[in-house]
């Protein structure tokens, strides 16, 4: 069916306001209203032909991640010099409009925090105008069809018998928990690529070096046949196992005492290689002076001193003289 000269000439005004920016009004109003179709491409408008860089959803992929978290971005550097490009986005709960932006450029992203939902959509709509012409376009995604998940819980990683053991629990899907549907990744820490999962909920490594430090993350996502354009999911916490057969603190601080003390023993060896080693380790008793040999030749070895003569006590005589007096 044609559409009316009415319509026409409204479409054609709301893209010449928009184009020149100097209004912001929505291309089509009440745009979360109708059918909308996961992965539905519209042709609004198209006076000009780029539908064949704006029909791949790689250049404009819209994710949900955990906490309610909507992020769209858009690149493309496909596009024909001199073309300006505007992109709205509008995020719907059934019918209603619950967040909304719009932006200009080749690139860009959008992050959007939407509360508790009963059937989320996004719709993008884009409007690219090159000399007088334009052309618009809608894309719808269905947000649970294009979900990230979280990552796993529940890591247990263990060296055992030379092999290296990790294993965790199934993601937390509302589309599906068929462990078929899951691949994963994992990160050792050890500057290697990630090793790859699939449908298993743990990993084996053979040769697992019980000397090393492993610091293993694991991250998530569908598998094609399950989710198209699956996303990974964040990496998971980091789980640290140390080695098994560390050195004993005492015994490293018993060898740096030691090493330098056999290192001192063999510089002096070196050193007094022409002297005897017995006169070094049992040097000779020292002689005494000559003065004292006589001493220590008597009996009475420990009686060195001579006692001093003792005084004797000095007499004192009075005399007395009688005399008789004469009458």
């Not at 408008?45 to 780029?50: C, G, I, K, N, T």
């Amino acid at each position: 069916m044609m559409p009316s000269p009415v319509h026409s000439v409204l479409w054609f005004s709301l893209l010449v306001l928009w184009a020149s920016q100097s209004e912001t009004e929505a291309l089509t109003p009440d745009v979360c209203q109708g059918d909308k179709y996961d992965n539905d491409f519209q042709t609004i408008v198209d006076e000009h032909d780029a539908k064949a860089v704006l029909s791949d959803e790689k250049n404009f992929p819209c994710y949900l991640f955990p906490k309610n978290v909507v992020n769209c971005s858009w690149t493309f550097p496909a596009l024909q010099e001199g073309i300006e490009i505007f992109v709205s986005i509008s995020v719907c709960d059934e019918e209603t409009e619950i967040e909304s932006s719009k932006s200009q450029g080749r690139n860009g992203s959008k992050l959007f925090h939407v509360p508790e939902y009963e059937d989320l959509y996004v719709i993008l709509q884009f409007n690219i105008s090159l000399h007088n012409k334009s052309a618009v376009y809608a894309y719808t995604y269905h947000m649970e069809s294009h979900a990230v998940l979280s990552p796993p819980d529940n890591i247990s990683v263990s060296v055992k018998d030379g092999d290296l053991s990790v294993s965790w629990t199934l993601p937390s899907s509302k589309d599906t928990e068929a462990p078929e549907c899951f691949e994963y990744e994992l990160d050792l820490g050890n500057q290697e690529s990630p090793k790859t999962v699939q449908y298993e909920l743990f990993y084996t490594g053979q040769n697992a070096d019980p000397s090393r430090t492993y610091r293993v993350r694991v991250r998530t996502r569908m598998v094609p046949d399950c989710q198209d354009n699956s996303h990974w999911s964040d990496w998971s916490h980091v789980v640290t196992i140390e080695p098994t057969n560390k050195v004993n603190l005492l015994v490293i601080v018993l060898i740096s005492l030691g090493i330098p003390m056999i290192l001192l023993a063999v510089l002096l060896l070196v050193r007094y290689q022409r002297v005897s080693i017995i006169k070094i380790l049992f040097p000779p008793i020292p002689r005494p002076p000559p003065k004292y040999i006589h001493f220590l030749e008597k009996h009475d070895t420990f009686n060195i001193f001579l006692p001093a003569p003792s005084m004797e006590p000095v007499e004192e005589i009075t005399e007395v003289e009688d005399t008789v007096e004469k009458s």
